[in-house]
């Protein structure tokens, strides 16, 4: 059995603007997201105007040696995969989600300006596709109905319900600590109920929280500049200051004080932080 390659990252870029519409990293290697665009777009239209009649056999893979970018061209948009090595299972995945985030997103997709986070509800998608490289530790399982009496559990989901109907804002982390079960053990069985839309992932962000910059980041930092770039591009010098207040050892309330900033916002950005693996978890009162 020949086994999935490693996805580092996956990309939705409008065609005709040439801009990311959707970015979610999932491990290794580290490309800005906007200057990825602008280059995909100009080999894609480069190609395009080369060989006009090839019709479909247009650019579809670039190979560098350590990482393919394997390329799905939708109506609207070019789906982008970055890979340790490009394998036709991958690419009929990428091909599956372009078309399943045009139909999602079809009224969105005519009317988008540029806005950042409008398409953010697509990770549960993607889950359903990459199950095993989409989801980090620090996301919640949120349940989103009551189940049903006939709805047939394994001892392992009855367990995994049991945790978060005690505590609804425990991550994976924290099913995985409780559990016993390892964190691919949890997404197997959660998977077919997010297929189903009984659960979805999100991130939760608590005043008493205490959070600390991840060692991935810390490493993304000392290579470049890109990730304090990014932030301040969404949240301005403000979201880059309270990237540096967790510390470990303040809470998010106190971070909030301290900076003078609102709390909801403080957790916003914090709950994006989260979710591009930027900060992880070190204590949660309850």
């Not at 393919?68 to 299972?89: F, N, Q, T």
Request: aromatic share 10%; proline share 4%; with cysteine.
């Amino acid at each position: 059995m020949i086994s999935e390659p490693n996805i580092y990252a996956l990309y939705f870029i409008e065609r005709d603007s040439g801009k990311c519409m959707y970015y979610q990293k999932f491990s290794g290697v580290e490309v800005d997201p906007d200057r990825l665009s602008g280059f995909i777009s100009a080999i894609v239209s480069f190609s395009e105007e080369l060989l006009p009649k090839m019709g479909d056999d247009w650019l579809k893979t670039i190979d560098r040696g350590s990482f393919s970018l394997i390329v799905e061209r939708g109506d609207h948009v070019y789906g982008l995969l970055i890979v340790d090595k490009s394998v036709p299972e991958v690419r009929a995945k990428l091909k599956e989600l372009v078309e399943a985030f045009e139909k999602k997103f079809a009224p969105k997709i005519k009317e988008w300006k540029g806005e950042i986070g409008v398409f953010d509800d697509f990770r549960n998608d993607v889950f359903r596709v990459f199950p095993a490289q989409s989801i980090l530790p620090q996301y919640v399982p949120e349940l989103l109905t009551r189940l049903s009496r006939n709805v047939e559990l394994s001892p392992k989901m009855s367990v995994i319900l049991q945790i978060l109907k005690e505590d609804p804002n425990t991550n994976l982390q924290g099913i995985s600590r409780k559990s016993g079960y390892d964190i691919g053990e949890i997404l197997e069985e959660i998977r077919s109920f997010v297929v189903r839309g009984l659960i979805r992932f999100k991130v939760k962000v608590l005043e008493e929280d205490v959070y600390q910059i991840s060692p991935r980041t810390w490493e993304a930092l000392m290579k470049g500049v890109y990730q304090l770039e990014k932030i301040q591009k969404i949240y301005g010098v403000k979201g880059v200051e309270i990237l540096f207040a967790n510390d470990g050892k303040r809470s998010v309330k106190k971070i909030a004080q301290d900076l003078r900033l609102n709390p909801g916002f403080v957790k916003v950005v914090l709950g994006y932080f989260l979710m591009e693996g930027f900060i992880e978890l070190v204590t949660r009162e309850t």
